[in-house]
């Protein structure tokens, strides 16, 4: 999986949840969103990403990522 797509895709899904007013639950539906439509060999390419830095991640998709466990 090429990796710089996935973080393409987890920064567009970020900049729509990042819109929502109340954070918190826009953090809570961004993870879910992810663990809901992307296959699990995505995922953890994504925590493994994450574990590493995950620098060219939206803040609001590291928080995601982070707090949720993906």
Request: aromatic share 8%; net charge negative; proline share 6%.
């Amino acid at each position: 999986m090429d990796t710089s797509h996935l973080i393409k895709m987890a920064n567009q899904i970020g900049a729509f949840f990042s819109t929502m007013p109340d954070h918190p639950q826009a953090v809570a539906d961004l993870a879910a969103h992810i663990r809901r439509f992307w296959e699990p060999r995505m995922r953890r390419e994504l925590m493994q990403y994450v574990d590493g830095g995950g620098a060219e991640l939206s803040p609001i998709v590291l928080e995601a990522v982070t707090q949720h466990k993906l």
